[in-house]
T-cell receptor, first 116, second 115 residues
Framework: AQSVTQPDIHITVSEGASLELRCNYS??????LFWYVQSPGQGLQLLLK??????LVQGIKGFEAEFKRSQSSFNLRKPSVHWSDAAEYFC??????????????FGRGTSLIVHP | GAVVSQHPSWVICKSGTSVKIECRSL??????MFWYRQFPKQSLMLMAT?????????EQGVEKDKFLINHASLTLSTLTVTSAHPEDSSFYIC???????????FGPGTRLTVT
């Protein structure tokens, strides 16, 4: 069965520092991969996605992620973190379902804390 | 962009009562809606998937008689927690998708507390 592992429960960085959030997945086929951000009182927002092609994908808010098949990883990065980036981040793998759709499986999330 | 709303944003109810949570797609037709449950500091757990006009498909371990899902229109799905108990207290999140597109749009969630 598919699974997503986010090994870091909390990450603390200083504002302006670089960021990398780790995500490893387990899935038998080529996965659809996603990163979402959840801010208090708001719904999950899609940051970026990978389906195929270029393994380095660019997302919104200056985020990027790199798909590494050999490592089964899809780590999220940002070169310079802003205080407003403090939130919960979820990695998800989309499992193909019938009819051409997919069902997402989420990791447990990583809480990003940004120090001024 | 696509917006999904949930109502109420939080609710407190007494044990044994039922609670209904609404999920609406405001500017698109949600052919598929998903209901998730999220425990503190944990992942989103998919409870069920519903297609408009069809019965919901529940994930293994989710009691369909306890968590009643209705998706009667292309813009509204409801989750009713029947005979709620304190262990049902959680954060419930819905999402919606138009057609077979990959992207889901998430509602802000509903905090349910059962006393």
């Amino acid at each position: 069965a598919q699974s997503v592992t986010q090994p870091d429960i909390h990450i603390t960085v200083s504002e302006g520092a670089s960021l990398e959030l780790r995500c490893n997945y387990s899935y038998g086929a080529t996965p659809y991969l996603f990163w979402y951000v959840q801010s208090p009182g708001q719904g999950l927002q899609l940051l970026l996605k990978y389906f195929s092609g270029d393994t380095l994908v660019q997302g919104i808010k200056g985020f990027e992620a790199e798909f590494k098949r050999s490592q089964s990883s899809f780590n999220l990065r940002k070169p310079s973190v802003h205080w407003s980036d403090a939130a919960e981040y979820f990695c998800a793998v989309g499992v193909h379902a019938s009819g051409g759709s997919y069902i997402p499986t989420f990791g447990r999330g990583t809480s990003l804390i940004v120090h001024p | 962009g696509a917006v999904v709303s949930q109502h109420p944003s939080w609710v407190i109810c007494k044990s044994g009562t039922s609670v209904k949570i609404e999920c609406r797609s405001l500017d698109f037709q949600a052919t598929t809606m998903f209901w998730y449950r999220q425990f503190p500091k944990q992942s989103l757990m998919l409870m069920a998937t519903s297609n408009e006009g069809s019965k919901a498909t529940y994930e293994q371990g989710v009691e369909k008689d306890k968590f009643l899902i209705n998706h009667a229109s292309l813009t509204l799905s409801t989750l009713t927690v029947t005979s709620a108990h304190p262990e049902d207290s959680s954060f419930y999140i819905c999402s919606a998708r138009e057609g077979l597109t990959y992207e889901q749009y998430f509602g802000p969630g509903t905090r349910l507390t059962v006393t």
